[in-house]
Each structure stands twice: as C-alpha cells, then as structure tokens.
C-alpha cells in the first residue's frame, strides 16, 4: 500500500509546485538581485537601523524583509514594483526620521521613551506595571548582568531598544535587597523567625524586622517576605 502511494506521488509537484525545472535559475537571480536590495536599502538607513532596532525601526526592517521575500520565489510578484515598495520605505523612514530629530514629543509618539524600573534597590511598580515584562525574565535579565540582589542596584532603565541599562552601586553602598537567585523566591514567610533585613517579593522594599508577624508592606500592602541579600557583585 505505501509502496503504491510513493509511485503514484508526483513528485515534481512536491518539489516544485506548478512551476518548471528552468525557473530555479531564475529563482536564483531573483534572489541575488533582491539581496543587493536589501543591502543597498540597510546602507541607505545607515548604522542605526540595524544596530539599534526601536519598535519603529523594527517595523522597517520587517517591512523590507517582506518586500525582498516573495518576489524571490514568487513568479507573479514582479521585482521592479518590489523594488518601489523599498524606495517608498526608505522614503518614509527617512522623513519619519527627520521630524523625530526635530520634535522630542514626535521621538517619544514613534519610538516610545526609556522607562526607570529599579531605584535605589526597589522596584518602580507603577513603571513596571507599564512594561510587558514578567518578573522571571527580568530577573534572568539582571542575573545575565552579574545582579544576585536587588540591593546592587542605584537604578536600572529599559530603553527604548528594549535592552536594559543597570547602574550599580559602589561596593561599600551595596544595600540589603531582594535576591533574585532561581530558589530564592521560594518558600515566603509571612511570619519572621528571627530579627533580620526582609525584603517584600513583589515590590522590594526592603526593611529590618524583629520576630513575629512580618505584617503588610508599607510600599506595596503585599504580605509575602524573604531574608533580604547584602551580597555584593563579584567582578
């Protein structure tokens, strides 16, 4: 029975659909010429286009990768109205870019503005509420950075880019804080065993407690504690 489906197959309608053996070469001279495309629009953008993708250069990055895709496999697509789709992004990124240089409300409207989450130590939580970004991945973030508590940290800055700008304290200012090692989170006490610095797992605040109930955060009313870090970075 598998035998008899594998002859009847077509296997040139696999491989290449409706088309024929001969538009593989052209396939391969769509695509070269769609490259050079794609390079000679990247080096119209210039250096910033590439190394520093905002959400709207993001957006034109995708919008050339898009142009450049299917006319090269795409026998309907032609290349020249391919190649008009690339003039008019370029034309547009480029008077976009000229009002942003212009205008800091224009700038802030496009490509959004670089936003405080840690300060002094705590979480900035009306700021973090703002950013679609879970607590784990930015722990794994500041973890990639060398931060084992929050107490390291004078501040710390989304950019607009999306990467993560961190100022340190110096070692001799390190500070009690939330330690954001993988299983330091677990296990939080709402009753505190022993006189110590605790830190609240939702907001940072850190301060020093006696024995007995830890009671609500005065920064955040959450409930759930852990034994703050002091650790300083290890560089």
Not at 33 to 56: D, H, N, P, T
Not at 67 to 85: E, H, R, T
Request: aromatic letters at 12%; a negative charge; hydrophobic letters at 45%.
């Amino acid at each position: 029975m598998m035998s008899l489906f594998l002859l009847e197959l077509n296997w040139k309608e696999l491989f290449l659909g409706h088309e024929e053996w001969s538009f593989l070469l052209e396939i391969i001279l769509r695509t070269a010429i769609m490259f050079l495309a794609i390079i000679i629009g990247l080096r119209v953008l210039g250096k910033r286009g590439v190394k520093q993708l905002s959400i709207f250069e993001l957006v034109v990055i995708i919008g050339l990768g898009s142009a450049a895709g299917d006319p090269m496999f795409n026998k309907d697509v032609g290349i020249i109205s391919s190649i008009l789709v690339f003039i008019i992004i370029i034309l547009l990124y480029s008077i976009v870019t000229y009002f942003i240089g212009r205008s800091k409300k224009f700038e802030k409207l496009v490509e959004g503005s670089s936003i405080c989450l840690i300060r002094d130590g705590e979480f900035s939580i009306d700021n973090f509420k703002k950013e679609n970004l879970g607590s784990d991945e930015f722990f794994a973030e500041l973890r990639l950075k060398g931060v084992s508590q929050l107490g390291q940290i004078e501040m710390a800055i989304v950019e607009t880019s999306g990467e993560i700008s961190i100022f340190y304290f110096e070692d001799g200012k390190v500070k009690y804080g939330l330690p954001i090692m993988p299983e330091s989170l677990e296990g939080s006490l709402k009753i505190a065993e022993k006189e110590a610095y605790y830190s609240c797992i939702f907001c940072g605040y850190t301060e020093l407690k006696t024995p007995g109930n830890t009671e609500k955060c005065s920064k955040c009313q959450k409930d759930e504690w852990v034994e703050a870090s002091n650790k300083r970075r290890v560089t």
